[in-house]
């Protein structure tokens, strides 16, 4: 894998100029620093690199394509909006990249068990399969209401062989089963935790965005194979920021390309109706790492929503805190309103169901498009499909919270 | 010497270990616990450890973690905290060391935590999310106002790492009994004996043993040389109080 001399690769404490870190006790540093020098080995041994790109290609389905959205563009009458269809994979997400990587370093590692924690359950039936794949022992932790919501990725963790550990305290969300996850991986040294987008402590965010930079390599030469060059514009749905950094990763050091990140902008901007950590949060420290975050006037971690599940988080990968102080990315965000019309545009003109999470980029290039010339081209990563998210748009249109946008 | 080095050292000239109640601010409830430290105060507690609450404390077991939450929805934070503890500056006899998370710390503003928190008579304090390589600014800041910065090491803690923190720290260091978090355990893991023996070779301090305590048999258990000058208990004191019992039968226990 090459990789920029500029950026991505953190200092030795772990930062990202300031953000990033290791803000953890000693119990867990010890098992991070066990998991930094594994991991070097790791990326300097061809074999293993080897084995990660083989599976990308059979067992994944990469590469994957970039496609250009001839109608949508048309309708919209400006730039040319491709996007890299990261809803192809394996599983139908980005998230597979990642735990193929984790779960084939937790094998190099002599690791039996990998545990993760999930949300909406995407990162819980990746590393599910993955863990299948490998002969790993596998444990999900899943906050109780998540469970309920989300049952069909329950039952798809549990076919691919998984225990989903239901986390019974507090908001019984996703916060908890990380606070679950971690108690059970401290105390067990044969665990490997695989961690589902590019934050925490290091070196998870550097871990996540090698294995996701597959993303950016790929649709880089793609572009330059199709159009003969770069795209103007690279835009990515950020969460926790894994498959924007993925993107990005390959367009860093292309200083005419501009990248764009787009957040959650949930209701509005008001305190605890967004996730919107970069456009509206400020530094702190949560969950391990230094970056922006959304905090209410104590230091306690905020309130954050979103239409959707795989955007709801209350901090942001490292990296992109650095990348958005240097003004090498900017960071914006959108409604659910847009992400939705996004949604259906999608769908209804190119025959491509996005997931909630990808429309949030999609919808940010639909605004710029129009204002731009038609020999532009604006990459949008669409990091994953849609079907897990049809239900819930079925119910908001059926309980009118929501209406289709005619054709 | 510093003063929660000296509290432990009196207890252990008279022949016993020094007890560390650890109790979350806010606990029982908002109108119990002043009463409930004040009464920990008076039968026996060498230092008392005050948990600032943190949404997301990730070193601590589930009874700490709950006792966390319960405080946060009833309003309680450090700025309330460090105010109490000056309204009652002088009436506490302990030694007094706040435990809690990073974040609310730097909300805080560090400069300001330390000026306030000397103003409240506090010892020490406890920031487990806060590892050697970090804690400069912090340590720099307690420093200056007589405050100590107290290690937390444990089982998979290197030797190396221990020395790291060994050459600058004052006060006493703060063993955990088993790998990973805070919570009530039946027995001491049998690492434990190794720890401490690791932990009395590196620091020249009196340690701290924490993290599952509930009876003196659990000691009784180790060898000679791998007791700790001093008890914490969490998780054990915090369910019993929930239940309605006391501090001070909890105490009793120990002595
Ligand atoms: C399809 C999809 N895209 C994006 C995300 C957000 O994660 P990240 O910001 O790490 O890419 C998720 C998270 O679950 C997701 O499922």
Aim: glycine residues 10%; charged residues 20%; hydrophobic residues 40%.
């Amino acid at each position: 894998m090459s990789q920029s001399a500029r950026y991505g690769i953190p200092d030795s404490r772990g930062f990202f100029g300031a953000y990033g870190g290791q803000y953890v006790p000693e119990a867990i540093k010890a098992r991070l620093d066990e998991l930094s020098r594994a991991l070097d080995a790791a990326l300097e041994d061809t074999s293993f690199q080897r084995e990660l790109e083989s599976l990308f290609v059979h067992y994944t389905g990469r590469p994957s394509p970039v496609f250009h959205c001839a109608n949508l563009s048309e309708r919209l009458g400006g730039a040319q909006i491709w996007l890299k269809r990261e809803d192809l994979n394996h599983l139908g997400a980005h998230k597979i990249n990642n735990t193929l990587g984790q779960c084939l370093l937790a094998r190099r590692m002599g690791k039996k068990r990998v545990i993760a924690e999930t949300g909406a359950g995407q990162h819980g039936v990746a590393t599910a399969a993955s863990a299948a794949l490998m002969g790993l022992e596998c444990t999900i932790c899943m906050g109780e209401v998540d469970i309920e919501r989300q049952h069909l990725n329950v039952i798809r963790m549990e076919m691919l062989g998984a225990r989903v550990l239901p986390a019974t305290s507090g908001q019984r969300t996703l916060k908890e089963a990380v606070d679950e996850a971690l108690a059970l991986w401290i105390s067990d040294p044969d665990m490997f935790y695989v961690l589902g987008s590019a934050v925490g402590p290091h070196p998870y965010p550097y871990m996540v965005r090698r294995f996701q930079s597959v993303i950016g390599r790929e649709a880089r030469a793609q572009m330059l194979e199709e159009l003969g060059r770069l795209p103007d514009v690279c835009l990515a749905c950020v969460g926790g920021g894994s498959n924007a950094i993925g993107l990005f990763a390959g367009f860093l050091d292309d200083a005419d390309v501009r990248l764009v990140g787009v957040e959650p902008g949930g209701r509005g901007t008001a305190y605890g109706e967004h996730a919107a950590s970069l456009c509206l949060g400020e530094p702190g420290v949560l969950h391990g790492f230094h970056s922006y975050m959304i905090k209410d006037a104590n230091g306690e971690a905020g309130c954050v929503y979103s239409i959707s599940a795989g955007l709801d988080y209350p901090s942001v990968g490292p990296e992109h805190a650095q990348l958005k102080d240097q003004g090498r990315a900017e960071y914006v965000s959108v409604t659910d309103q847009e992400a939705l019309e996004a949604f259906f545009a999608l769908s209804r003109h190119e025959g491509v169901i996005p997931a909630l999470e990808s429309s949030h980029a999609l919808a940010q290039a639909m605004k710029m498009a129009p204002g731009m010339s038609g020999d532009k081209a604006l990459l949008v990563s669409l990091s994953g499909r849609g079907d897990k998210d049809v239900a819930q748009v079925a119910e908001m249109l059926r309980e009118h919270k929501i209406r289709q946008p005619e054709v | 010497m510093h003063i929660l080095e000296e509290k432990i050292r009196k207890a252990t000239a008279a022949g016993r270990p020094a007890l560390i109640p650890f109790l979350t601010a806010g606990f029982p409830d908002r109108a119990l616990f002043w009463p409930t430290l004040m009464e920990l105060d008076e039968n026996g507690a060498d230092i008392i450890e005050i948990g600032v609450p943190f949404s997301d404390p990730v070193a601590d077991g589930p009874v700490v973690e709950e006792a966390s939450r319960r405080a946060l929805s009833d309003g309680v934070n450090l700025r309330d905290i460090l105010r109490e503890l000056v309204e009652r500056r002088g009436l506490i006899k302990a030694g007094v060391v706040l435990m809690g998370y990073l974040n609310p710390f730097l909300q805080y503003g560090l400069e300001n935590l330390a000026r306030d928190a000397e103003k409240g008579g506090v010892h020490g304090l406890i920031v487990p999310d806060l590892p050697f390589e970090e804690s400069a600014p912090l340590r720099a800041a307690l420093k200056e106002r007589g405050i100590a910065l107290i290690p937390l090491v444990g089982p998979n803690t290197g030797t190396e790492r221990m020395l790291l923190y060994a050459a600058d720290s004052q006060g006493y260091a703060y063993v955990v009994s088993v790998m990973g978090i805070t919570g009530e355990r039946a027995d001491l893991a049998p690492q434990v004996a190794a720890t401490m023996s690791r932990a009395r070779a590196a620091f020249s301090l009196p340690l701290a043993l924490g993290f599952g305590l509930r009876e003196p048999a659990q000691l009784a258990a180790l060898p000679p040389e791998a007791r700790p000058d001093a008890v914490v208990f969490g998780s054990a004191l915090l369910k019993h109080l929930d239940n309605g019992g006391s501090a001070e039968e909890f105490l009793a226990r120990w002595k």
